[in-house]
């Protein structure tokens, strides 16, 4: 009977500040939207997304596997911790030396010069995102869900800050890249300062082995959805152009600062109920209320976000980016039925 107050006040107190960091995130990412779709074009746009995308789908071969199976590990040690951030690390800098002949390789794929410096630039970022992912899941394993949302907000706080100064100084694309690079660099170091472990890497071929089966699974999960994400911006820019493909990037600006917030803190509070279901039994009707529960919540804000994405994206974007009306009204209707699979 004395835990229960406890518990729902700690609830609450996830709540409150999934919500802060939600919305955060929602004015920040929609801010700099408002200013890079006025100094950039769409060319920029879809340079950007090619390039992202990429180092997207190589922060899936670091950190993100070892994420889940971390957190929910029956036990856990340090040197878990230590050996999946040191595989990771290995991993990032295979991944950083390739992206030196891929870069060239892409620049004269796509005639665009600039790949050559902006996709090895943009990949040293997965050293941070691994680090960033496995420091997340020991988050989770102490219930810290507020210090992973603060550090998030406080991270787009920085990494936006900083990229519309670059923008404004007439950095072009590299502040698109900078954006994400520079959100991704701030997560993992204040993240790391407010749980107070210190996790460093390490090598134990056997405790790489204990978390193999469930990062294995993991990996392939994620690959699968970021493959799928690559290979879509791909076929846009074969078929259309650079150009189009940056009009798909501004209409999926509009829907990703909601998506996105619901995909980062979503899971995080549904976990904290799955983590004490029990059977699966319990586990099964859980999961069906807290779907059910959450479509109730998010399907009406990606409905509503589709029928006024034709007067809200030409307030956000300025003149120019017509075409990304009717991909943004497809994107809200996508999400309204695809949010909430991600809480399972």
Do not use: K
Request: positive net charge.
């Amino acid at each position: 009977m004395t835990s229960s107050p406890p518990r729902a006040r700690r609830l609450a107190g996830w709540i409150g500040w999934a919500g802060l960091d939600a919305a955060g995130r929602l004015a920040l990412l929609t801010g700099s939207t408002i200013v890079f779709s006025r100094i950039l074009s769409p060319r920029d746009f879809g340079v950007a997304a090619l390039v992202l995308t990429i180092v997207a789908l190589a922060a899936i071969f670091v950190g993100a596997p070892f994420e889940e199976a971390l957190a929910q590990r029956r036990r856990l040690r340090m040197a878990h911790l230590r050996a999946a951030l040191g595989v990771s690390w290995a991993v990032a800098a295979a991944l950083c030396v390739a992206a030196i002949p891929a870069g060239a390789w892409l620049a004269e794929r796509y005639g665009e010069p600039e790949f050559r410096a902006l996709l090895p630039a943009a990949t040293a970022s997965i050293f941070f995102s691994g680090h960033s992912d496995i420091v997340t899941a020991l988050a989770r394993r102490l219930r810290r869900f507020n210090e992973v949302a603060a550090a998030t907000l406080y991270a787009h706080v920085v990494g936006v800050g900083l990229a519309l100064a670059m923008a404004l100084a007439g950095w072009g694309v590299w502040a698109l890249i900078a954006q994400r690079l520079l959100v991704v660099v701030a997560r993992a170091i204040l993240l790391q300062w407010r749980i107070g472990f210190l996790v460093l890497p390490g090598w134990s071929a056997a405790h790489v082995r204990e978390l193999g089966r469930f990062a294995g699974f993991s990996f392939l999960a994620r690959l699968a959805e970021n493959a799928t994400y690559l290979a879509f911006n791909n076929l846009v820019q074969a078929f259309y152009g650079v150009a189009a493909l940056g009009q798909v990037n501004m209409a999926m600006r509009l829907i990703e600062p909601i998506r996105g917030a619901i995909t980062a803190t979503g899971p995080n509070l549904a976990f904290s109920f799955f983590a004490r279901a029990g059977d699966a039994n319990r586990q099964s009707a859980l999961r069906a209320d807290i779907v059910s529960r959450s479509a109730f919540v998010t399907a009406p804000v990606f409905v509503g976000l589709a029928v006024v994405a034709p007067t809200l994206l030409p307030l956000i974007a300025g003149p120019g980016w017509q075409e990304a009306v009717g991909i943004a009204v497809c994107l809200s209707l996508a999400s309204a039925l695809a949010a909430t699979a991600g809480l399972v």
